[in-house]
């Protein structure tokens, strides 16, 4: 088909893990999702409000004016800050994978801009450039802690020009491996000119409970991601969002598609902001157990487990050599499997999510019955 670009007809499809099992249904600990359906109270009153009140024949609300003012209250208050982010502040997108997209035909497309990425980190950004045909330039992270190698960025933006990088985007905490940001990075990134965007994503700041939104009003060039498929529960509705410079969001604004998001998504993700203690009050049973899992896991001399600020864990089989690591996580991601638990494999090492106590549990034993192998 020769009308398809060239370098897309080269890409495969994003594929997420398949999850159907002939027998019983999988322990999904791959997808850093919650382990938490809605309560069904909540799942009542959205019911409710479709029922009453949501004309299916219209077209959903176009602006997003009352969510956006719902996300600014919650984020405003989460960070202490006083009203200093309104409405203007905020674009919402269908999940933040849309708002990737669309920050990158803001910045780079068209041969204008490349990204800086260090690797490994979420997938999305380098996928989504590529199908942009906008480069990606990659650095390494420090083999202990994770933090992106500073020295190797530099150089990146230095050296880079025809198109110069014009985006950097960071993870914090990041995935696959957990870690926050260091202060050293944060440093870097402040000191970054004012012509380079900087996107923080903050996918886990509800577990993490770090965010740099406080020092959004002294940089105009820096934005957050922020998402509700992760603590909030709603992945199945797709709804992410970013907060930056009101200059910014205007360019977003242009880009995004004129209905992103459906109405019921929509009225989904305010039921979950005005419920937001309920929905939250998950988050201290999630860090004990993936305390729980961070000790049984770092029991096994064969498994390097890496402290997490988020609802996952990363992990390396210290067997692994660089040569054969991709085939060894592998096949510990086979194995577990087929006992039942999904992770992934990812990054170099394996990413398993915290999940209910059950699934915890379940996940250890299967993991001691893979190291125990013949
Ligand atoms: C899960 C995740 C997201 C969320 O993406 P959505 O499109 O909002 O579901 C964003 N960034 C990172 C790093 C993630 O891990």
Request: charged content about 20%; glycine content about 4%; hydrophobic content about 40%.
């Amino acid at each position: 088909m020769e009308f398809i670009r060239s370098d897309i007809a080269k890409l495969s499809a994003y594929a997420p893990e398949v999850f159907e099992s002939p027998t019983e249904p999988l322990d999904k600990l791959d997808a850093n999702e919650s382990p938490f359906d809605l309560p069904l109270e909540i799942k009542e009153k959205l019911a409710w409000h479709y029922q009453h009140f949501l004309a299916t024949n219209r077209y959903p609300s176009g602006s997003h004016a009352d969510l956006q003012e719902a996300i600014a209250n919650y984020v405003n208050e989460s960070a202490s800050l006083d009203a200093a982010i309104t409405p203007a502040h905020i674009s919402v997108g269908n999940g933040s994978d849309e708002l990737i997209r669309s920050l990158l035909i803001a910045t780079c497309i068209g041969g204008e801009g490349a990204i800086l990425i260090a690797q490994p980190t979420f997938s999305v950004y380098g996928i989504m450039a590529q199908t942009l045909g906008i480069p990606a330039v990659s650095v390494g992270r420090s083999l202990t802690d994770f933090a992106m190698n500073l020295s190797e960025a530099e150089e990146a933006i230095a050296q880079t020009d025809n198109p110069p990088i014009r985006v950097v985007f960071v993870v914090h905490p990041n995935s696959p491996t957990a870690n926050p940001l260091t202060s050293a990075e944060l440093d870097w990134l402040r000191r970054l000119p004012e012509h380079i965007l900087v996107v923080i994503d903050e996918a886990y700041f509800e577990f993490s409970q770090t965010s740099v939104v406080g020092e959004l009003p002294q940089h105009p060039n820096w934005v957050v991601l922020r998402t509700f498929s992760k603590a909030f529960r709603l992945a199945a509705h797709r709804v992410g969002y970013c907060i930056a410079h009101p200059q910014l969001i205007a360019a977003l604004e242009k880009i995004r598609l004129p209905y992103n998001l459906t109405a019921f998504s929509q009225a989904a993700a305010l039921v979950a902001l005005n419920h937001r203690q309920l929905l939250l009050q998950s988050i201290p049973t999630i860090l004990s157990e993936r305390e729980r899992l961070f000790q049984a896991l770092s029991q096994h001399p064969t498994l390097q487990v890496w402290q997490s600020a988020a609802n996952f864990l990363y992990l390396r089989l210290k067997t692994a050599t660089p040569e054969i690591a991709q085939e060894q996580h592998s096949q510990f991601t086979q194995a577990l499997k087929a006992q039942g638990t999904l992770v992934r494999s990812t990054g170099g090492g394996i990413r398993i999510n915290v999940g209910s106590r059950e699934e915890n549990t379940r996940a250890q034993e299967r993991v001691e019955a893979f190291l125990n192998r013949e």
